[in-house]
């Protein structure tokens, strides 16, 4: 609920010191000369009800006098406020017997200037709409400005899915509202109501219509097609796939402003690591709860509306798919994996190629009995999404490595599972090295003699630091790694996404010895060298990000360079296909 200040309100301007212009000496008129926008009144119109007194504020190098045209709309003297170029015009109306609407002019002069202050009194309490806009609302989504006329101070209540735009602009007598893409079954509707806080009795309503997206069914790109679109991906991290809450990792939702700023700064392709298990209305029919899936079918309609690719998966969700992966294949499990993936493609079955299934995240590999478990739940989520028909039956779908480790994907037998399609498979690993550089906490943490290296890179090594990488991991060891999945995947036509990349941001208190312009430098270079090398091998990359490089609220960077080194990286790459 929101009170908007009414027509008749006083507004007290803050305003900068303003600079006067001096009558001369031989100015024969007697009156002062200043610029017009040295002279602002506050309002252009009032609406009043009944004959309580109201107050103009007026904005003049000199005081100001007023009049009126209407013998029923008087004028108090002109006062000042603390500001000596601020004044106050007091006027008030007689009783409006007739209760018809009446109109009056109050002309307000300023040396050789006069502003006209249109007065509408109103027989009694009234809230009118003046005005709508857009007339009809959009399917794909938009804004909303509703204009209208008051007595008293407003309240505002609209449907679950107009959002008020909460400005701070000095903008009377309007609401505004932002709206995303209609994917529903139907036709949608939403009240508007405008209440008098003073008598919520006294309203308006403005019901509004939104059409709902008509599917497009584009479908035609394979995955190499696709893979060779995407320039540069990110990940929602810590926020939609945490247990029961989003963005409780994070400490921040998901909202359009935050997507639109992902395609600002460069991205074209999002991933959505996604809890479903944690999000069941049944659990004995295994039914994810409608306003979940309508909550993921918003977020992802924002990236497909501004034209980038989501890739949406099921991730670590508890560990009920993933991590059971290592005791070997478990039917409970299969049935949810079918289940969920089931509900999950029918509803986002009206998205068209933009929009990829990715079935798991990092299953966890030790034996051959994970890597039948593995292979098992992907065949599952291949024939679940596939049975949905519609766009379904063509989507990519993207199938996780064991363990998304790039040696255990090449080596332990693995292969993709089938598909009554051909050319519609992506692999997808992950990639942190070396990982005392990227996601080690502390020192000691992995063993005694264990330290958090801090550059990467000779260029960015510090003369005598223990916290320089070993030559080993730097980017002959990156360029090889990636070189394995081209060799074995990618030259025989399968496209790889490396679902998440990234290394941590430090702490300069943590380390006495923290060289900040070598440690950003080295993080940049890694983030621009893991990109160009990806790419360049057929490797999609997609940043890990958790609300520490992008800011949440309204995806501006936080941290520039790493930003930066990730475009540089993708700009200057090339896939090769």
């Known amino acids: 609920m929101k009170k908007i200040g009414t027509l008749f309100t006083s507004l007290v301007f803050f305003l900068m010191g303003s600079a006067f212009i001096a009558c001369s000496d031989d100015d024969n008129s007697g009156k002062i000369e200043f610029d017009s926008d040295e002279f602002v009144v506050n309002k252009t119109e009032i609406a009043i009800a009944g004959t309580k007194e109201q107050t103009i504020t007026v904005k003049s190098p000199v005081k100001p006098s007023a009049s009126s045209d209407a013998s029923w709309l008087h004028v108090g003297p002109v006062g000042s406020s603390n500001s000596s170029s601020i004044y106050t015009i007091p006027l008030w109306c007689d009783e409006n017997t007739a209760f018809d609407v009446r109109t009056g002019n109050l002309t307000v002069t300023a040396g050789s200037i006069s502003k006209t202050v249109k007065v509408t009194q109103y027989g009694a309490e009234t809230v009118e709409i003046k005005s ?3 007339a009809a609302l959009s399917a794909t989504g938009g804004s909303l400005t509703v204009t209208f006329a008051s007595t008293g ?7 679950d899915w107009l959002k008020e735009v909460k400005s701070k602009a000095l903008v009377e007598n309007t609401v505004s509202f932002t709206y995303s893409v209609n994917y529903g079954d ?6 508007i109501v405008i209440s008098l806080v003073s008598d919520p009795s006294i309203s308006k309503t403005v019901t509004v219509k939104q059409p709902k997206m008509e599917p497009t069914t584009d479908m035609s790109d394979d995955a190499k097609t696709i893979a060779k679109k995407m320039f540069a991906g990110i990940n929602i991290g810590n926020t939609m796939e945490c247990p029961g809450e989003e963005g409780a990792w994070s400490g921040a939702k998901v909202n359009e402003e935050y997507i639109k700023g ?4 460069g991205f074209n392709a999002v991933r959505v690591p996604c809890a479903w298990d944690s999000h069941i209305s049944d659990a004995s029919t295994n039914t994810i709860d409608p306003a979940w899936l309508n909550r993921v079918d918003e977020v992802i309609g924002w990236i497909v509306a501004n034209d980038m690719y989501a890739v949406l998966n099921i991730h670590w969700d508890g560990g009920w798919l993933e991590n059971t992966c290592k005791t070997g294949y478990d039917e409970t499990v299969n049935k949810k994996q079918h289940d ?3 509900q999950i493609a029918n509803k986002l079955n009206h998205y068209d190629q933009h929009l990829l299934f990715a079935g798991m995240n990092e299953p966890n590999y030790e034996n051959n009995k994970s890597l039948e478990a593995i292979m098992a739940y992907q065949q599952t989520f291949v024939d679940a999404v596939r049975a949905t028909g519609g766009n379904n039956a063509m989507r990519v779908l993207v199938h996780q490595g064991p363990s998304t480790d790039i040696n255990n994907t090449i080596s332990s037998g693995y292969h993709l599972p089938k598909d009554v399609v051909d050319g519609r498979a992506m692999l997808e690993i992950h990639f942190y090295d070396p990982t005392d550089y990227t996601i080690m906490g502390k020192d000691g943490e992995w063993g005694a003699a264990s330290l958090v290296k801090l550059y990467w890179g000779k260029k960015y090594h510090v003369e005598g630091s223990n916290r320089n990488c070993n030559d080993g991991n730097e980017e ?9 999945m081209y060799t074995k995947y990618v030259s025989a036509g399968v496209p790889v996404i490396v679902g998440e990349y990234s290394s941590s941001v430090r702490n300069a208190a943590d380390f006495p010895d923290f060289n900040k312009a070598n440690f950003e430098g080295s993080r940049a270079y890694w983030t621009e060298y893991v990109t160009m090398s990806a790419k360049n091998n057929g490797c999609v990359p997609f940043f890990w990000e958790v609300n520490t490089d992008i800011n949440r609220s309204n995806g501006t960077a936080r941290n520039q360079y790493a930003i930066d080194g990730i475009m540089r990286g993708a700009k200057a790459a090339n896939y090769p296909f």
Do not use: N
């Open 476 to 484: 002959a060891h990156v360029d090889g790694q990636f070189k394995k």
């Open 340 to 342: 969920y993936w089931t």
């Open 186 to 191: 139907a036709e949608r509707s939403g009240d």
């Open 132 to 134: 709508v806009s857009p």
């Open 153 to 159: 101070d407003v309240q505002v209540k609209a449907a």
């Open 262 to 265: 992902l395609k600002t700064l």
